[in-house]
Every structure is written in structure tokens, then in C-alpha cells.
């Protein structure tokens, strides 16, 4: 779930860095934007305030040109700084305001060559109609009343009036004065040629760059950059309402985007914590466990270690038993040998073999659980024809306990042979049947019924004696386990384990079920391989 | 994991706004706008502004480089060698000859006050200062070399280096080098000269200089000599009221002014008209350096564009007010 989660994760992070690159040149820069519109703004209050200037200076309001420069320079910039497009402006937009600002830059430079034109005669016109006042003063006192000087004085009249308006037959009269003038300065004294040349040369400015000028400021107010710039505005604006437009969406498709990497972020960390509550869980109880466990190990180390001691000192015990009997016998056939009987020899000879024999068989079945607890006890299974063998057994047990007529024994009265192990089922049977002579009283029975049908072999053994504890019950089949009622009754807590392994290795299964007092049974069954006929 | 891959992303879709940059700044704001500049423009002249907002540290380098030869292509002249101090930002010849140099075609016009300068060059065809470095780096009368060499030669000096690096963050490159040049140069004003002082209302012009002040306006002469540099604000014909090349047979290619420049016919013998400010500093007069006194200079002026013939006293009375339009550079009477 984790890893479909996180999978999700990165698949919408994966979309929002893929559609947050997608619409990059979609963005909108506003700052540029707003920039970009205020510097529209201002190229259109600079071509008219260009023109004002203009003005001003062609009226003699304005006395120098720095205005018309300032202007000029900054509608200059302004063009330039046009040319830095938003990056949303593109396609047919920008190519209008591309094509407007070209066309503008054209009037630009038209109008400002008019301009430099206008400026430089319009400072000649200016400083003649400044001078010709002062040239009126300066005229000789004889000569304004002759007719020269009054032909001067109405030509300055004339060209000042020529200020307000052209006319042409004023412009007429002011060309025949001045070719009067010009004829009659051969005829004047010295002392009035100089004024009356510089007189004519003013007037002849005026009268030349008067309607030139007053033309170059028409020219200029003419060429109307304004119609192209509003043309901008509009594509701007329209290019600028498109592109809002696409962002606000982009912006949407992004924010959710956003908010789902977000929420699938936010899922991940919730299995995770999940799953890491779940972990810790398990954890606690793999470690109660763990420790339950390491408790019954010690538990059974303890119980094992105590077995240990008790089968040291049992051993000791049940060795000493034979021994002090082979040691007494031994001394007394050592010291009395000679006097004694051949009979009274006989029987203690009779008791050392026992008690060698006992030891030997003792020996036998540590021997023998030794090799089951580390697995090297060898099942081999033979043709065994079972109610003779069991009889041998039955035999064996007699002669080493002379209680055989204890004994009731019910065969399967069959004589067709199983596979067994013999080895094996002779340590089963001799346990089972010692335990039941040993731990009953000697008047009552022992009963050793065999069965067997065509899927197993089954054994029972009863006895009538002490019985087992229930508490021992289920350490029966333990090594070294021996029950608590067993008194002085020797033994080594090896028969049954024995027991339990001789089954097992052939598939069986033992069961007990006993009664303190009354009795107990030992069922065994294995499963029956019939052997060749 | 996610949570990081998280972050990334929201630092994307928060990042899509911001300014875009553009390129290197190669053209130059002049003439500066000014608010000492005459509001109501009724009076045709005007006080300069004391200072001028510049980036220092780049007036600073600018100033070292305006004194460094290696900026010339043969390592041989800097650009203070044609713009002296002591000579109004000019260099007191007619035309310029240096050792290995062709002459200057022209008498080179004072660097002082560009920042107010509407055009530059006497032919007033190059549209601003970088134009004017350019101009003065590539010819060979001059500078004689190219940006790209001068910035390679001062490359090798590991200050310079430094320094760049320390103001651009491309370092040492032509564009760079030009534009602190050009920055330099616009930073060389000339404020409170008498006459500017006079202006504010400080001190009191003599009867002479006043009176050459008002011959200055009322025969015209402020009808181009103008504005808040006296002059440097448009374009004129040398030689209105007479013709000032009468009689010539050696004009030259800049004799013709703008004409030089365009082709144009209405162009021919129209000049920048120069700015007056220091001018009694840099001597000599006109674009072929033909007048060495200012008062000649100022009766061939009233002359020929006045059409007026001024006597002594009243050219020396001219040339008294001239006087007083010289300033003070960085901080000192020049």
C-alpha cells in the first residue's frame, strides 16, 4: 500500500515539475508587465509634451531648447526600454508592437530631424526678431525722417506683424521694401549703410524663416506617433487580458497539483506511522515471547541440570546397590570360599552374575539413550513373526526378575510376520514390563496383550500397582524423569524415554493413562508393514 | 523521500515570478534631466547641478583608466593627454599631433559637461558618450586601437582585474571597461562658476562681466548659446548672417560639419553648437582652431552669425562674462 502510495507521490510530483516547466514561458512577469504599460503611457504624454515644447520655444515662451533635448532623449529611452518585450507578450502581438515600434522609431527620427532643423532656425529667426527692435533704435535720428528711414521702419513693422500672421500680401509688401531698401542703400551716406544692411539682412531672415519655421512646426505636430502607440496599447492589453487569463488556469491546474502531491505526501506518512505502530507492535510481542521463551529455557536448563544431579546420584546410587552386593559376596566367598558348600558357592556366584549383569544393562540404556538423543539410533526392521518373539522377551524378563508367571500374556495368535525392529521392540517391551513387575505388589498381575490388525501393531501393558502422579504424567517420557511415588524401587529414569524413541523411530505412537494406586496402562501402537511371506 | 520531492516543488510553483534581465547597458542617459535645469524656461540660461548621481566606486576605476595609457592601442596615450584638466577638458591645439599620429582633423573639443551634451563630436552625429569612445578609441589620431585589445592589455594587470571583478560580475570586459570610461566622463562637471553663483544670488558680477552678459543676450548669441550648459543643446549653421568658408580652397571633410556625416544638402557646415562653459580655457576657437583670443572668437561669432560687427570694448565685455562661466572641477576653481 506504502509503495502505491509513495508511487502516486512522485507520479503528481513528476506532473507539477513537468507542467510547472510546460507553463514557464506562460508566466506572468507583473512587475515587467506593469512597466512595460507605464513606459506605453509615458511615450504617449512624451510625444505631446514634445510637441508643447515645441511650441513654447517657436512662441518665445520658452528661451532655450533643454526641454525639447530633455524630451526628445527621454522619448528616445523610451523606445529603447519598449523593445524589452514581457515574456508573455509573443506571437502576433509582438509582432504589432514590434511593427508599430519601427514605424514609430521612423516618425521618431523624422520629427527629430525636423526638430533640429526647427531648433536651429528658430534660433535665427528669434535672434533677428530680438535684434530688429534694437537696429530700430539704433537707426540714425537724421535718417528716420527720411525716406529711407521710414521705408526701414515699416519694414521692421512689417516683419514683427509678420509674427501674428502670414498673409501674402503682407509677405508681398515685406519683399518689395526690402528690394526698395536695397536699391536706395547704394544712394545712402556712410554713416547709414551699416545699419541699414544689417536691417535688411534681419528682415530678409524673418521674412525667409518665418513661414519656413512656422512650416517645420506644423510638420512636427503633423507626424502623430500617438495613432501607433495607442495601436500598442491596445495589442498590450488585449495579449496581456489573454495571458492572465491562460496563467489563472495554469495556476489552478498547478495549485491542485500542488495540493494532491500534497495529500499523497500526507497518505505515505500516514500508512508509514501505520505500519510503524504495526511494527512496533509485533516487535513487543516477538520480545514477550522471546522472553517467555528464554524463561522456559531456563526453566528446563534448571529442570534439566536437576535431573542431571538426580540421575548422577541415582546412577551412583543404583551402581553402589550391585557393587556393595558384588563386594559383599566377593569377601565373603574370599573368606569362607573354602568352608563354604558347592551350593551356598553357587548362589553367590549366582548374585555376583546378577549383579553384573544389572549393572551391564543399566549401562546398556544410558548407552542406548545416549545414541537416540543424538539421533544415531538405527531403526532396522526384519521380517518378525510377533507372538515367538514376544515370548523370548517375556523370558529374557523372567529370568532376570523370577516374576515370569506374573505375567499374563494374550498374543495375536498370528503367525504372519511384521516388519519391526527387533532390537527396538525388545528395549520397548523389557521397560514396559520391568516397570509394571517393579512398581506392583507381587500378588497381583502384570497383563501384556498384543494386537494387530492390517494397519498396526498394538501393545498394552497394565499393571495394578502404585500408578503416576498426574503432575508426572507429562514428564514421563523425559530423560532421567522419575516419578515422585517411586520410593526405594531403583531405577533410571532411562526405561521410557527409551520407550518413547524406540516408537517413534517406527512411526508410532504410546499413550498412558494411569491412577494413582490403581493401576496404570501403557498403549503402543506402530504401524504395521507386514513382512514378506 | 516524498516530502523532499515535495519541497522541490513548491519552491517551482513559487518561482515562476520574477524579473527578467536584459542585456549590457551600452548607450548612456544624456543629457542628464535636471531638476536645477530653468523650470519656466523664460530664462534662457541656467546654474549646473553641484553633483551628479553616478556609481562611485565605477567613477573611481573610471577615473584611474581616464590616466592609463595601455587603454590606447600602442600604450603610448590615455585619454587625459587630449582632455587635460588645466585646458577646460581640451588640450590647447589647434589640431592634435601626437608622436606616431596622424593630426586630429579637428581641434578637440572639451570632455567637461558632456553629461548636459544633447550630441556629440563637432559634427554633433554621435548620439552619446559611448559613441564619443568609440570614436575616440578607433581613430587613429587618437586612441588608435579597439575595446577588445584594451581590455586584454589591462587584463594582464591583476588589479584591474580585481577590481572589475569586484563591481561587474562578468569582470574585465570591453562593454565594462567603455562604461566606466563613460561614467568617468560624465562624471567631469563643472558647477559654481561666477556666473552660476550669480545666478543663485551669491555674489555679484562685475559692471563689465554684467555688461558683456547683457550685450551676450541682447545681440542674440543666447539664441544658441543656450540652456543649462550655455550651448551644447542643438545644432547650427556656421555662418548665418556670412559665410564663414568665403574664399576657401582647402576645406576639408570636417569643414563640412554634418554634412561630413549625412550627405544631406541642409546639413552642410552645420556644427554642434559647443558649450561655453570653461571656454576661456580652451583655447583655441571653432572646430579647425583658427582663433587663439577669445575675444576674436567672439567678434568672428557675432560676425558671422549675427551679422554683427562688435568692437573691442564690446568683445572684451563679452569675453568678461565668457570668463565667468569657468567652474570647478572635483572640488576646484579651474
Same mark, same amino acid.
Given at each position: 500500500m506504502i509503495r502505491r502510495v509513495d508511487a502516486i507521490t512522485v507520479l503528481f510530483s513528476l506532473g507539477l515539475i513537468g507542467f510547472s516547466f510546460w507553463s514557464w514561458p506562460r508566466r506572468i512577469d507583473e512587475r515587467a508587465s506593469e512597466r512595460y504599460e507605464r513606459q506605453l503611457r509615458t511615450l504617449l504624454a512624451l510625444d505631446f509634451r514634445l510637441n508643447a515644447e515645441v511650441l513654447k520655444a517657436r512662441s518665445g515662451v520658452s528661451a532655450h531648447y533643454d526641454g525639447i533635448v530633455q524630451t526628445a532623449a527621454a522619448r528616445k529611452r523610451a523606445y529603447r526600454e519598449l523593445r524589452r518585450f514581457p515574456s508573455f507578450l509573443q506571437g502576433r502581438a509582438e509582432s504589432e508592437i514590434r511593427f508599430q515600434l519601427d514605424e514609430g522609431e521612423r516618425l521618431r527620427l523624422e520629427s527629430e530631424r525636423l526638430i533640429e532643423r526647427f531648433k536651429a532656425g528658430n534660433a535665427v529667426l528669434r535672434n533677428s526678431l530680438r535684434f530688429l527692435p534694437v537696429l530700430a533704435a539704433e537707426l540714425d535720428p537724421s535718417s528716420r525722417t527720411s525716406e529711407r528711414g521710414s521705408h526701414a521702419t515699416q519694414l521692421i513693422r512689417d516683419v514683427l506683424l509678420l509674427q501674428s500672421w502670414q498673409d501674402a500680401a503682407l509677405l508681398a509688401r515685406i519683399a518689395s521694401e526690402m528690394d526698395w531698401l536695397r536699391t536706395a542703400i547704394d544712394a545712402a551716406p556712410a554713416t547709414e549703410t551699416a545699419t541699414l544692411t544689417t536691417v535688411l539682412a534681419h528682415a530678409r531672415i524673418v521674412h525667409e524663416h518665418t513661414p519656413r519655421v512656422q512650416a517645420l512646426t506644423r510638420d512636427i505636430l503633423a507626424i502623430d506617433g500617438t495613432a501607433g502607440t495607442q495601436t500598442m496599447m491596445a495589442a498590450f492589453t488585449r495579449s496581456h487580458q489573454a495571458a492572465v487569463e491562460v496563467a489563472g488556469a495554469d495556476s489552478v491546474i498547478r495549485f491542485a497539483l500542488a495540493m494532491a502531491v500534497l495529500a499523497a505526501a500526507a497518505g505515505s506518512v500516514m500508512f508509514r506511522m501505520r505500519r510503524g505502530s504495526e511494527l512496533l507492535r509485533g516487535a513487543k510481542a516477538e520480545l514477550e515471547r522471546a522472553v517467555a521463551s528464554l524463561r522456559f529455557e531456563q526453566a528446563r536448563q534448571k529442570e534439566l541440570s536437576d535431573l542431571k544431579s538426580k540421575f548422577v546420584s541415582m546412577v551412583s546410587h543404583q551402581f553402589r546397590t550391585p557393587l556393595s552386593v558384588i563386594m559383599s559376596s566377593t569377601e565373603m566367598l574370599e573368606a569362607y570360599g573354602d568352608r563354604w558348600s558347592d551350593e551356598k558357592k553357587q548362589e553367590h556366584f549366582g548374585r555376583l552374575r546378577y549383579e553384573a549383569l544389572e549393572m551391564s544393562r543399566m549401562l546398556d540404556a544410558i548407552l542406548t539413550i545416549g545414541t537416540h538423543e543424538k539421533g544415531l539410533l538405527k531403526f532396522d526392521p526384519r521380517p518378525l513373526e510377533i507372538d515367538p518373539f514376544v515370548g523370548d522377551v517375556l523370558a529374557a524378563v523372567g529370568d532376570a526378575t523370577?516374576? *515370569?508367571? *506374573?505375567v499374563v500374556f494374550r498374543g495375536t495368535g498370528r503367525k504372519d510376520p511384521v516388519l519391526a525392529d527387533p532390537t527396538l521392540l525388545r528395549h520397548m517391551l523389557e521397560n514396559l514390563l520391568t516397570n509394571a513387575l517393579k512398581y506392583s505388589s507381587n500378588d497381583t498381575d502384570v497383563e501384556l496383550t498384543v494386537a494387530r490388525d492390517d494397519n498396526e501393531l498394538r501393545f498394552e501393558v497394565n499393571d495394578h500397582g502404585i500408578g503416576i502422579d498426574g503432575d508426572d504424567l507429562r514428564h514421563l517420557f523425559e530423560t532421567f524423569y522419575r516419578g515422585r511415588n517411586v520410593g526405594s524401587v531403583s531405577g533410571t529414569g532411562l526405561g521410557l524415554s527409551i520407550v518413547r524413541g524406540a516408537v517413534e523411530l517406527h512411526g508410532g505412537q504410546v499413550a498412558v493413562r494411569s491412577q494413582p494406586d490403581v493401576g496404570t496402562s501403557f498403549m503402543i501402537s506402530i504401524p504395521c508393514v507386514r513382512g514378506p511371506i | 523521500m516524498s516530502r523532499g520531492i515535495l519541497l522541490v516543488l513548491l519552491g517551482v510553483a513559487c518561482a515562476t515570478e520574477h524579473d527578467a534581465s536584459f542585456g549590457p547597458q551600452t548607450t548612456f542617459a544624456t543629457p542628464f534631466a535636471t531638476q536645477e535645469a530653468p523650470a519656466s524656461g523664460d530664462r534662457a540660461l541656467a546654474a549646473l547641478p553641484q553633483r551628479l548621481t553616478l556609481d562611485a566606486p565605477k567613477v573611481e576605476l573610471g577615473g584611474r583608466l581616464f590616466r592609463d595609457v595601455r587603454v590606447s592601442g600602442d600604450s603610448h596615450l590615455a585619454c587625459i593627454d587630449c582632455h587635460a584638466f588645466d585646458r577646460g577638458g581640451a588640450n590647447g591645439q589647434a589640431h592634435s599631433n601626437f608622436p606616431g599620429r596622424k593630426p586630429t582633423a579637428v581641434n578637440i573639443p572639451s570632455l567637461f559637461n558632456s553629461a548636459f551634451n544633447f550630441r556629440f563630436g563637432w559634427a554633433g552625429n554621435l548620439e552619446d558618450i559611448g559613441q564619443q569612445l568609440d570614436a575616440a578609441m578607433e581613430s587613429r589620431a587618437a586612441m588608435g586601437g579597439t575595446w577588445d585589445d584594451a581590455s586584454v592589455r589591462l587584463a594582464s594587470d591583476a588589479r584591474v582585474r580585481r577590481e572589475f571583478e569586484h563591481l561587474y560580475p562578468d569582470g574585465l570586459t570591453p562593454i565594462n571597461l567603455r562604461e566606466v570610461l563613460a561614467i568617468y566622463s560624465l562624471s567631469l562637471i563643472t558647477p559654481n562658476s561666477r556666473f552660476d553663483r550669480s545666478l543663485r544670488g551669491e555674489l555679484a558680477l562685475t559692471a563689465d562681466e554684467q555688461h558683456g552678459y547683457g550685450l551676450f543676450r541682447d545681440y542674440g548669441c543666447v539664441s544658441c548659446h543656450q540652456g543649462i550648459n550655455v550651448g551644447g543643446n542643438m545644432l547650427q549653421r556656421f555662418g548665418v548672417m556670412r559665410d564663414y568658408f568665403e574664399g576657401r580652397t582647402d576645406l576639408t571633410a570636417a569643414d563640412q560639419g554634418l554634412f561630413s556625416k549625412t550627405g544631406r544638402e541642409e546639413d552642410r557646415y552645420v556644427f554642434r553648437v559647443p558649450s561655453l562653459r570653461n571656454v576661456a580655457l580652451t583655447a583655441p576657437y571653432f572646430h579647425d582652431g583658427s582663433k587663439e583670443k577669445l575675444e576674436d572668437a567672439v567678434t568672428a561669432m557675432a560676425s558671422f552669425q549675427l551679422g554683427r560687427d562688435l568692437d573691442a570694448n564690446e568683445a572684451g565685455q563679452i569675453a568678461a562674462f565668457l570668463r565667468t562661466l569657468n567652474g570647478e572641477l572635483q572640488g576646484k576653481p579651474l
Open positions: 523370577g516374576q *515370569r508367571n *506374573r | -
